[in-house]
């Protein structure tokens, strides 16, 4: 029954998208000079501006009889519930405990998790301080200098993205390095330059049996005992993990052990003790106002009605375009350096969740499900990709994200900055006619040939969407609500496209055949017969290669 509302709510979009093609979102802003007081909301901290889009009123209404007819406030209402949200793996998705700094009980299964959870956030949270106060010592007594996060996907993105997102608030004398991939440069590189005597290696891995993690931590663990001596490992190692069992056989002693749930998935842990190496390079009461951040907006999304509430809108407007005009792509552009690592952040929340192509019932999705997200720092960006953005056929809506004041930096350079982000917001959505550009080489004294030539190449067709995410300084409260925003985000997408945002089998086989490819490349004796003719082809090249 609700698919079928579904489907007519989308056909009635569709019926209005047909009606609205004509209007350029310039035409909208001068028809309706109070456009951006109306579609725009105020959060705490953070003004989402949603005018600069093909959307007019009937737009949003038609976009949330969407939203009501796939039962968004239901699946929301199950969500917070702690219900199997997450169908293929029976588990809740209940990382918004997390970050529960309330006294209300939250719940996973039935069970009120509030009491583990808060005290596995004070044992890491203390932890966390006695290594920034240089109580917990290295194994000569001295203080960490330096903090070595092993993780990859969500046990990487995340504390990496925030860590560099919150730079300035991390204490001077700790260094704070990340290191993901199996590549032995990424941490051969760092290891050449790193004091092992005073580094403290954080081993992030939900599962505790991720290839690059294991792989990584081994070396890690051989270059110390070598080093400073098999017994320096306890006091030179931590780790998190859901599966405390299988991080005992490592050495690393039991109070240097936090944990997690099954029901936080990799993508939602920078909530938890994932969050360790951050909550170390900040200290425990900035990574409170960060967790208070995501609160923020889970509040916001519980409570704020649809039309007003800013995941839900953001959701309905990745819909629109994905949906109803076909649009495969979303930019997030950061003009904040410190945000670098937010698009690949983001690529992980969306296209991990949302890069599926069956729906809940086992068939076939019947919608586009996620696009694919990209992005980079502005202004970097505008001379790279962005000429694709304002003049490519494809048309790109971007999020752009950006701090009304500084983050320490010098204040002129903000203030170009922050011109250039409004300059690109608006460039994309008024673009240059024809006519105008003819005016203006004719300005130039360029003959008329000359202007017949070059003026089609300098037309910007404009029209393009974008959301703008002003806040006031990006701090860690400010993170914790910009993260939340998108997870919410994601998750009604995944309600209106009728997927699991929780799973990820998509990953699965690639690491099965990279654990059968790995001993024979390992191997170099052994026959390729049993692969298809490229992968044979390529060994059999590599094998010729390295051994010149
Ligand atoms: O391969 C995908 C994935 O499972 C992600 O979902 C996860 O964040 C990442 O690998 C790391 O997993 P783990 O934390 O178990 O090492």
């Known amino acids: 029954m609700v698919r079928g509302e579904v489907a007519r709510a989308l056909a009635a979009l569709a019926a209005h998208r047909v009606e609205i093609e004509g209007q350029s979102i310039s035409d909208l802003f001068r028809d309706d000079p109070q456009r951006f007081e109306r579609f725009h909301i105020e959060l705490d901290d953070i003004l989402f501006d949603f005018s600069k889009h093909r959307l007019t009123e009937t737009t949003l ?10 039962d968004v406030e239901a699946r929301r209402a199950a969500l917070f519930a702690g219900e199997p949200v997450n169908t293929t793996e029976h588990r809740p998705a209940m990382h918004m405990a997390l970050r529960n700094l309330t006294d209300r009980p939250m719940y996973a299964g039935g069970q009120d998790v509030m009491p583990e959870v808060l005290a596995e956030r004070l044992r890491m949270e203390a932890f966390a301080e006695a290594v920034r106060k240089g109580e917990a010592k290295a194994a000569n007594g001295a203080r960490f200098t ?19 997102a919150l730079a300035p608030f991390v204490a001077d004398h700790l260094s704070l390095h990340f290191v993901a991939n199996v590549d032995g ?41 070598e080093a400073l001596g098999e017994e320096a490992v306890a006091d030179h190692f931590c780790a998190v993990s859901t599966h405390l069992d299988k ?61 007003r509430n800013a995941p839900v809108l953001m959701a309905l407007l990745g819909v629109w375009y994905r949906n109803l005009w076909g649009f495969a792509t979303h930019a997030v ?44 720092p502005g202004t970097n960006c505008q001379h790279a990709f962005f000429q694709l953005l304002h003049q490519g056929t494809d048309i790109v809506p971007v999020d752009f994200l950006v701090a009304a004041q500084p983050s320490g930096a010098d204040l002129e350079h903000h203030q170009l900055l922050f011109a250039n982000c409004l300059a690109q917001s608006q460039a994309l959505m008024q673009g240059r006619s024809l006519a105008e550009v003819v005016g203006r080489l004719e300005a130039e004294n360029m003959s008329p040939e000359a202007i017949a030539a070059l003026a089609p190449h300098k037309v910007f067709a404009g029209n393009r969407p974008s959301s703008t995410f002003l806040y006031k300084r990006l701090s860690p409260r400010v993170l914790g609500q910009l993260i939340a925003l998108y997870e919410h985000k994601v998750f009604v997408q995944g309600v209106i496209w009728n997927i699991n945002s929780f799973d990820q089998w998509g990953v699965e086989l690639g690491k099965e055949l990279a654990g059968k490819l790995a001993p024979i490349i390992a191997d170099r004796e052994s026959s390729t017969e049993a692969f298809d003719p490229s992968t044979a082809g390529l060994i059999a090249a590599a094998r010729r290669r390295s051994k010149n």
């Open 61 to 70: 209404r038609l976009l949330l009889d969407l939203a009501r007819a796939a």
């Open 146 to 164: 330096d903090i070595v996060n092993f993780g990859i996907g969500g046990s990487d993105l995340g504390p990496a993205m925030a860590a560099r």
């Open 185 to 225: 440069a990424d941490l051969g590189d760092l290891l050449k330059r790193l004091p092992l005597e005073t580094t403290l290696f954080v081993v992030c891995s939900k599962t505790f049996t991720t290839l690059e993690t294991m792989t990584n931590a081994a070396t890690a663990r051989r270059r110390v005992a």
């Open 247 to 307: 991080i005992a056989a490592f050495g690393i002693r039991s109070d240097r052990i936090f944990g997690f749930w099954d029901w936080v998935g990799g993508r939602y842990s920078i909530w938890s003790s994932i969050g360790l190496t951050l909550a170390i390079g900040i200290g425990a009461e900035k990574f409170e106002k960060f967790l208070l951040g995501g609160q923020d907006i889970d509040a916001h999304f519980t409570s704020a009605p649809l039309d």
């Open 333 to 376: 552009i950061p003009y904040d350096q410190r945000m670098a690592r937010f698009p690949a952040y983001l690529q992980q929340l969306e296209m991990e969740s949302n890069g599926k192509s069956v729906d809940l019932s086992g068939g076939s999705a019947s919608l586009a499900t996620a696009p694919v997200i990209f992005g980079e």
